[in-house]
């Protein structure tokens, strides 16, 4: 069954086929430059066409700040027209097949008919993403924590909640649960830090129990935000303590913008690699905190070095290396879908660069201490232009090779700010 096409397929025809022949100049002579260094750009290219990335259906709306939210006219208001846009991203960008859902954000009534709307679109669902950190009218608060509340009652409702989002997820035929939670505290004193971690436990045990075969659970560590003195699920040790604690089909998941700044994330990944617990990524950008900006769009060298890291356990066939790929962003002050494609090209690009570090010539200048040579060749690699590699390994995948162009020129969100009335008085609040 063709998926349905959010967008013209002819537009998307026409606009490739005045960039065609220039692509193929600087292809041509991409593959000339990669094969004097005996790199086999066909390769790269087909290694980038099998390179896929998740949307988190709530980046799809537009984000905001606890000051402000600046709605996107045309913006999705429900569960179904989020799965529209995602399409867009995936018919013009052909690097997002999936979509990484929220509960209670996309609940709707029947999961298996959402999963047939997804699928008309050839769209599939990715991990499910449970919610303990809002809270809903008529139900016991999570002021005070959830998985690690000091009450029994809101530990058991925040358990639920999770056991409910497994049974969500397996009708939409999600294969992993993310679990990140707030909990923390605002002053020294406030928190019993070894109770609340010796609750996460007891909860979070409760909630691999049910956890399917073939499923992964996701633990996601953040430094602080919302809680500004301690956090529970603070940093990857915590995490990888927890997951080497509750199982080995629980796994560490790290959002680029849960750290401090100065954080050596690459060493992280390398870490979380060697010890079969990276579970997978929320890719974003950021400067001062978790402030899930364009992945690529502050630091693309240090997306760079964690696909370097990935790059180098993918090669060498590294055990247990399965990680899922997510985008988490929140889009203040630009269109969710062109921030999506645009990120979506940044990791393939950072990927790409990888593939192109030569891992033989790395080794032996680290293994004679040669930092010069060992440094220079990663930045060899990064500085390679692969953006012919990139729109040659979307046209093939049937994409459009400039995504944002067409998407403009498709005025597809013209169209749904028609069709999707709405107040645009923006209200705070990131999603
Ligand atoms: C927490 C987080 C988490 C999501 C939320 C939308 O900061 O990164 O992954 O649940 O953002
Ligand atoms: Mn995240």
Known sequence: MTPRMPIEPELIAKHNARLEQDLAADYEHLGAVLARRGVDLEAITARIQRFAVAIPSWGVG???????????????????????????????????????????????????????????YGIVFDAVNSNTFEDLPGRLSYKFGSLTHSDKAVREQAIAHNLECIEIGKQLGSRALTVWIGDGSNFPGQLNMTKALERYLESMRVIVAAIPDGWRAFIEHKLYEPALYSTVIADWGTSFICATQLGPNV???????????????????????????????HFNDSKYGDDDLDTGSINPFQIFLVFNELVDAELRGAPGFAPAYMLDQSHNVTDPIESLLESAVALQRA?????????????????????????????????????????????????????????????????????????LTGKSGIV
């Not at 999705?76 to 979509?99: M, W």
């Not at 913008?257 to 010890?275: C, D, K, M």
Request: hydrophobic share 40%; charged share 25%.
């Open 62 to 120: 537009s984000g905001g700040t606890r000051f402000a939210r600046f709605p996107v006219a045309g913006e999705p208001r429900n569960v179904f027209e989020k799965l529209e846009d995602c399409a867009v991203i995936q018919q013009l960008g052909r690097a997002t097949p999936t979509v990484s859902p929220h509960f209670p954000w996309d609940r709707v009534d029947d999961f298996r008919e959402l999963r047939e709307f997804a699928r008309s």
């Open 251 to 281: 796994q560490c998941l790290v959002d680029l913008g849960h750290h401090a700044p100065t954080t050596n994330i690459e060493q992280i990944v390398s870490r979380l690699i060697q010890f079969q617990r990276l579970g997978g990524f």
């Open 351 to 423: 990927y790409a660069q990888a593939l192109l570090v030569d891992r033989e010539a790395l080794n032996s200048a680290q293994e004679s201490n040669d930092a010069l040579m060992a440094n220079r060749t990663l930045q060899s690699a990064v500085r390679m232009d692969v953006e012919s590699a990139i729109k040659m390994a979307r046209k093939r995948n049937g994409g459009a090779i400039d995504p944002v162009a067409v998407f403009r020129d498709s005025r597809y969100r013209q169209c749904k700010a028609a069709a999707r009335p709405q107040d």
